[in-house]
Nanobody
Framework: QVRLVESGGGLVQPGGSLRLSCAAS????????MGWYRQAPGKERELVAE???????NYLDSVKGRFTISRDNAKNTVYLQMNSLKPEDTAVYYC????????????WGQGTQVTVSS
C-alpha cells in the first residue's frame, strides 16, 4: 500500500503564488507518472498537470505558463508551483501517483483546498 500526504494549500489573493507538495510512502517499487488534479464545486475532477518518470510534463491549457510541476524521485515527492493564481483556480487539489504495482487508477491523496480570493 502507498500513502500520499499533501501539503501547501491555503487562501491567496489573485496574482499570488502557492506551492503544493505530495510525498509518497509505503510499499513503493517504482513510480511512473505523478500528477495533480483539481475539483471545483459542481464540476468534474480535471487533470491539472502530470510528469512522467522520464520528466515529460503535460498541463491543462488554462494553467500553462503559470503552473510548474516537478518531482524529486529520491524523496518520492511531486510539487506543483502555482503562480499568477486566478479565482477560477479555486478548487480542492488532489495528488495522484501511478505506482507500477498498484491499482490502475493510481493512489490518491486526501486533497488540499486552494482558494484564490481578495
Amino acid at each position: 500500500q502507498v500513502r500520499l500526504v499533501e501539503s501547501g494549500g491555503g487562501l491567496v489573493q489573485p496574482g499570488g503564488s502557492l506551492r503544493l507538495s505530495c510525498a509518497a510512502s509505503g510499499r513503493i517499487f517504482m513510480i511512473a507518472a505523478m500528477g495533480w488534479y483539481r475539483q471545483a464545486p459542481g464540476k468534474e475532477r480535471e487533470l491539472v498537470a502530470e510528469i512522467t518518470s522520464t520528466g515529460t510534463r503535460n498541463y491543462l491549457d488554462s494553467v500553462k505558463g503559470r503552473f510548474t510541476i516537478s518531482r524529486d524521485n529520491a524523496k518520492n515527492t511531486v510539487y506543483l508551483q502555482m503562480n499568477s493564481l486566478k479565482p477560477e483556480d479555486t478548487a480542492v487539489y488532489y495528488c495522484n501517483v501511478d505506482e507500477v504495482a498498484g491499482p490502475a487508477a493510481g493512489y490518491w491523496g486526501q486533497g488540499t483546498q486552494v482558494t484564490v480570493s481578495s
